[in-house]
């Protein structure tokens, strides 16, 4: 990756292949390349070298526009500080992707979405009238409106409490399911990782341990 002090070797090397519905959690130390992983499969960081292929696209060969309409229409992201827009109402900020999208039902699917998660009675009020596990879910509805192909989560449960931060995963793992969305999944709890198909452990930028939790067709049930 580019920076203003030159070239920043984050990554080196990973050579990795996620399947199609499949749910991948990425362990390792702080700083040692999760963060980076993920901001470069979603287009959001370019990576210097190699190859980087979601749904079918080859990132690298896409500019910041077509990189930018990739992401509205296949992928999803939850990260740990919610990210929501303050000014907008929770129905707002769920269906803000579906109006860039064009989309003349942007309204009624984001409706449709909050009730998904439990927030129906709460589409009129803005991010400072939610709790915390509240605005998670208001992001997750989010993530998953447009139904994506790739859901990436980033700690998203970093920011609430045990119980809450179980919810919002729970959630997170049965959109997923039902949807089959492929959900790359960051996250420090080893009790979280276990319940997914697979544990990608990553040290130092490499790619350190692939192992698989359970057949995710298994994990499904």
């Not at 696209?57 to 939850?78: E, K, S, T």
């Not at 900020?93 to 009730?115: H, I, M, Q, T, Y």
């Not at 009675?121 to 994506?148: C, D, K, T």
């Amino acid at each position: 990756m580019a920076s203003d002090a030159g070239t920043v070797n984050i990554l080196r090397g990973i050579t990795l292949d996620i399947a199609a519905g499949e749910i991948a959690a990425v362990v390792g130390p702080s700083g040692a390349g999760k963060s980076s992983l993920m901001m470069v499969a979603g287009g959001l960081e370019r990576a210097s070298s190699g190859l980087v292929e979601v749904v079918g696209r080859d990132l690298g060969a896409l500019g910041d526009d077509d990189r930018a309409r990739l992401r509205r229409d296949h992928i999803g992201i939850v990260f740990q500080g919610f990210h929501l827009i303050p000014t907008m109402t929770a129905l707002e900020n769920v269906a803000l992707p579906l109006e860039f999208a064009g989309r003349n039902d942007a309204f009624e699917l984001a409706e449709a979405a909050l009730k998904r998660v439990g927030l129906g009675h709460r589409i009129g009020h803005y991010p400072a009238q939610l709790s915390g596990g509240e605005q998670q879910r208001v992001a997750v509805a989010r993530a998953f409106v447009g139904q994506p192909k790739l859901m990436l989560a980033d700690e998203p449960t970093g920011n609430l409490d045990g119980a809450t931060g179980k919810q919002v995963m729970d959630l997170l793992f049965e959109l997923a399911r039902a949807h089959g969305t492929t959900l790359i999944l960051i996250t420090h709890d080893m009790g979280l990782a276990e319940r997914c198909d697979r544990m990608l452990r990553i040290a130092d930028g490499l790619l350190v341990a692939d192992e698989r939790m359970r057949p995710a067709a298994l994990a499904a049930q």
